[in-house]
């Protein structure tokens, strides 16, 4: 995701916004001078960030934004705009690990806040394979990490086929799409690592960067 936002910051998109933040480090290790990074995460978890920052002794660049952002109250083009982030410009768009735990009118709202920003914009984000597409092997593997995720309270909501992905983010609006699976990420990211780390095969989902 942050190789696709270099893509972006070279076509000078110098807004960047990290949705479901959580603990992400981004900001705090940020290499583009001109680049605004704009945080947005429930209130109740960004302040535990916050919290756990001070308490470290780390302190918020002056390219950061903090927007806490309650869905059921306030929508993101609202949240990011009472935040400063300037909606007649490009913006990259980072969402890791929120997509499969959102409803479908949830996920379709934020492309379609994504997709109405001006040329260059684009969204990076990894999603879960519809369960019913998978092979038994990859079902157990799948079925024991949804048990594990709804134990803790949340559970997997919602799913999609690369083609119904394909579908949703042209019917959005996106011009250009990227869809990377596990194999491909791991030829890339951890090839010949002495270690033998890698990504599962269990190829679950996929990884998804679209462009307005």
């Not at 756990?52 to 903090?66: D, N």
Request: proline share 5%; charged share 25%; aromatic share 12%.
């Amino acid at each position: 995701m942050e190789d696709q936002l270099a893509c972006a910051v070279a076509k000078r998109v110098a807004q960047y916004v990290v949705l479901g933040a959580g603990l992400d480090t981004f900001a705090y290790r940020n290499p583009f001078a001109a680049l605004r990074v704009f945080e947005v995460d429930f209130p109740a978890t960004q302040e535990w960030k916050r919290a756990m920052l001070r308490e470290a002794g780390i302190e918020a660049p002056e390219s950061l934004t903090f927007v806490p952002l309650d869905f059921e109250h306030k929508t993101l083009a609202e949240g990011l705009a009472e935040a400063g982030f300037d909606d007649g410009k490009s913006g990259f768009f980072g969402w890791l690990g929120v997509v499969p735990y959102l409803t479908l009118d949830a996920f379709r709202a934020t492309l379609a806040t994504v997709a109405q920003l001006p040329p260059e914009s684009g969204v990076s984000f990894d999603y879960a394979f519809s369960p019913d597409t998978l092979s038994p092997k990859r079902r157990m593997v799948f079925d024991a990490l949804s048990e594990r995720v709804a134990a803790a309270g949340e559970p997997f909501r919602l799913y999609f086929t690369p083609e119904e992905m394909e579908w949703e983010l042209r019917t959005a609006g996106f011009q250009r799409i990227e869809q990377v699976d596990s194999k491909r990420l791991n030829e890339i990211y951890f090839k010949d690592r002495a270690d033998g780390l890698k990504l599962s095969d269990s190829k679950l989902g996929m990884l998804a960067t679209a462009w307005v």
